[in-house]
């Protein structure tokens, strides 16, 4: 009872984490930005957690070619009612005003005696903006994507069969594929359930030893932790200013000079070696360094047990084809949206690394972290943080539907044999 309990608190504590992240992630849409460079300039306001009695407090910062008291007024498209904002009386070229404004829609209007101007919005609701984002996704690319997911599956639960052969079990494909759905279907509610309830399913079905299965899903997670590993590589020396900004957003230092990663990294690493040669004698016969070694070993062996397969060569291939599916099915949503349409691969790649460090948090089936991931791989490269919110969701509903579609099948189908196979186990006794 104890054991369900912790299991309870913990769910609680990730699903809290997921939705703290999701809540982060939409701040800079609810409570956004805007920029322009024109006389009129149309802009929305939601609820605010700020002490305003009627909606959400807007801070317009405008900036003028002159220094002389300026004209403003907001106005609501609502009910026509006006707004002065009550700038400073200090003459400058950058004043700024904070007006509470009721939820709505409107628009703010500058008088052109006031020169060029530029004008800053902060505390708008950008909410249609992502609505409207979001609804740019072809639905070829939505479609396109739903099956390249599932081809994954496919994949993974063919490759698996290939780990399983030398070992003289031989399980049926279809037994396979739907075992590895159920895996996805479970890490979705469950953090990092699924590779087990796959091996008890496969277990109950085809009656091959847990132990036995555990054992080549290691090996699996050792094959695509370097194909990770490469993939994230990739990334990082294709952006690397990217990069390093996408790091300070996470960690929330301001600093995007690379030098001090660089400079703190080699810091670090000089300390490690030096602490190693002064307590090496300690440090090589400690627990926690024998514990190292022994899953490097493993993870050596691993990779030695893949190469000596008979079928090697259509291992590799489906290690491929996986990777590449995982790539695929946000590329061809971000080709199917006007805003991201111009996105090359390196920087498509660039966005499923952030999206993988955002799924590494174990929120249930990666709600809000990889929303928040994705959307900071956005602001990195330099794009709308918005646009990148609405890419996310658009990529996070599509492939939460087909693993719950592929799931729910595969469940029934691995429930359905496995009655079968009872009814025939009772009627041979």
Same mark, same amino acid.
């Given at each position: 009872m !104890? +054991?369900?309990?912790?299991n309870i608190?913990?769910?609680?504590?990730?699903? !809290?984490?997921g $939705?703290?992240?999701f809540?982060? *992630?939409?701040?800079?849409? #609810?409570?956004?930005s805007v920029?322009?460079?024109?006389f009129?300039?149309?802009?929305a306001?939601g609820?605010?957690m700020e002490?305003c009695?009627l !909606?959400g407090?807007v801070?317009?910062?405008v900036?003028?070619?002159s220094?002389?008291?300026?004209?403003?007024v907001v106005?609501?498209t609502?009910?026509?009612k *006006?707004?002065a904002p009550?700038?400073?009386?200090?003459?400058?070229?950058a004043?700024s005003?904070v007006?509470?404004? /009721?939820?709505?829609?409107?628009?703010?209007?500058i008088? /052109?005696?006031? !020169?060029? $101007?530029?004008v800053?919005?902060?505390?708008v609701?950008r #909410?249609?903006e992502?609505?409207?984002?979001m609804?740019?996704a072809?639905w070829?690319g939505?479609?396109?994507s739903?099956?390249?997911?599932?081809l994954?599956?496919?994949s993974?639960?063919l490759?698996?069969? =290939?780990?399983l052969?030398?070992m003289?079990y031989?399980?049926k494909k279809?037994?396979?594929?739907?075992?590895?759905?159920f895996?996805?279907?479970?890490?979705?509610?469950v953090?990092r359930?699924g590779?087990l309830?796959r091996c008890a399913v496969?277990?109950?079905?085809e009656?091959i030893?847990?132990?036995k299965l555990?054992?080549?899903?290691?090996?699996?997670r $050792?094959v695509?932790?370097v =194909?990770?590993?490469?993939?994230?590589g990739?990334?990082i020396?294709?952006n690397?200013?990217?990069?390093?900004?996408?790091?300070?957003?996470m960690?929330?230092e301001?600093d995007?000079?690379?030098?001090?990663?660089f400079?703190y990294g080699?810091?670090?690493?000089?300390g490690?070696?030096?602490?190693?040669?002064i307590?090496r004698?300690k440090?090589?016969?400690?627990p926690l360094?024998l514990? $190292?070694?022994?899953?490097?070993?493993?993870?050596?062996?691993?990779?030695?047990?893949?190469? +000596?397969m008979?079928?090697r060569?259509?291992?590799i291939f489906?290690?491929?084809?996986?990777w590449? =599916?995982y790539?695929?099915?946000a590329f061809?949503?971000?080709k199917s949206?006007d805003g991201?349409?111009?996105m090359g691969?390196?920087?498509?790649?660039?966005?499923m690394?952030a999206?993988?460090?955002?799924?590494?948090?174990?929120?249930?089936?990666?709600i809000g972290?990889?929303h928040?991931?994705?959307?900071l791989?956005?602001?990195?490269l330099?794009l709308?943080g918005?646009?990148?919110?609405a890419?996310a969701?658009?990529?996070?509903?599509t492939?939460?539907?087909?693993?719950?579609l592929?799931?729910?099948?595969g469940?029934?189908?691995v429930m359905?044999?496995?009655v079968?196979?009872?009814?025939?186990?009772?009627a041979?006794?």
């Open positions: !104890g +054991k369900r309990i912790k608190i913990k769910y609680i504590l990730f699903l !809290g984490l $939705v703290y992240l809540y982060t *992630a939409t701040l800079g849409i #609810t409570r956004g920029s322009a460079d024109q009129v300039v149309p802009f306001v609820h605010g002490a009695d !909606g407090t801070e317009i910062t900036s003028t070619s220094d002389d008291p300026i004209q403003c106005t609501s609502a009910d026509g *006006a707004y009550d700038f400073s009386t200090e003459r400058s070229l004043r005003a007006v509470c404004l /009721p939820e709505g829609s409107y628009s703010l209007q008088s /052109p005696q006031a !020169g060029e $101007v530029n800053s919005l902060n505390g609701n #909410t249609d992502l609505l409207q984002d609804s740019r072809n070829w939505i479609a396109l739903f099956l390249l997911g599932y994954a599956i496919v993974r639960g490759r698996w069969l =290939m780990l052969e030398p003289g031989h399980p279809w037994n396979s594929i739907h075992s590895v759905a895996a996805y279907f479970a890490n979705t509610f953090p359930s590779e309830a496969l277990n109950q079905i009656d030893p847990v132990d555990f054992g080549t899903v290691i090996s699996e $050792v695509d932790f =194909m990770l590993f490469t993939m994230t990739l990334a020396l294709t690397l200013g990217a990069f390093n900004v996408l790091l300070s957003n960690t929330g301001s995007s000079s690379m030098s001090p990663l400079l080699g810091l670090v690493l000089a490690l070696v030096l602490l190693f040669f307590f004698r440090i090589l016969t400690s360094f514990k $190292v070694v022994s899953f490097l070993k493993g993870v050596f062996e691993g990779l030695k047990s893949v190469l +000596k008979k079928r060569g259509a291992f489906h290690t491929v084809f996986i590449v =599916m790539f695929l099915m061809v949503v971000f949206i991201t349409s111009h691969i390196f920087d498509a790649l660039f966005v690394v999206g993988g460090f955002g799924m590494v948090l174990p929120a249930p089936g990666g972290s990889y928040w991931a994705v959307k791989g956005f602001i990195a330099g709308s918005t646009l990148g919110f890419v969701n658009v990529i996070w509903l492939q939460t539907l087909m693993i719950i592929g799931g729910g099948i469940y029934l189908a359905y044999v496995k079968k196979k009872d009814q025939e186990t009772e041979g006794q």
